[in-house]
């Protein structure tokens, strides 16, 4: 996965890692003159990145990271679901009240399983960047 970012910060020994600045995009493209939906602007992400090509600061470059994240966002957004539709159609044997109850914990764990995951990527560095070319 790419994205566009810009540079703001050097490394302070040669070698280190770039800080960049990406612009999130949202579905809508964040053409808000068109629409007037938008409630606001989301904040801008701030990553370390490998650069294997000079930069300086100010540059726009491209930046790719690998697919991990899109294992990360599918594991927070759609676990929950999963295990709230398991925890409501598993005791079907149950009266309704319970069976929403039981898919109601299921999402509870699902989110409380998203949350580990995040800390533990966030600690262990999972997701990468590196910059491919400067723009």
């Given at each position: ?56 600061l100010g540059d726009r ?14 594991l927070v957004y759609g ?57």
């Open positions: 996965m790419t994205q566009t970012a810009t540079v703001t910060a050097l490394p302070a020994v040669p070698g280190g890692l770039v800080e960049l600045t990406v612009v999130r995009q949202t579905a809508c493209g964040h053409s808000c003159d068109g629409c007037g939906r938008c409630a606001g602007r989301t904040p801008d992400l701030v990553i370390q990145a490998e650069s294997g090509v000079p930069v300086a470059v491209e930046v790719y990271s690998d697919n991990k994240v899109l294992g990360f966002a599918a676990l929950p679901v999963v295990l709230f539709l398991l925890g409501y159609l598993l005791p079907g044997s149950l009266p309704e009240p319970w069976r929403y109850a039981c898919g109601g914990v299921g999402f509870l764990l699902g989110l409380a399983a998203a949350v580990l995951c995040d800390r533990w990527a966030k600690g262990r560095a999972a997701v990468t960047y590196q910059i491919v070319r400067k723009l």
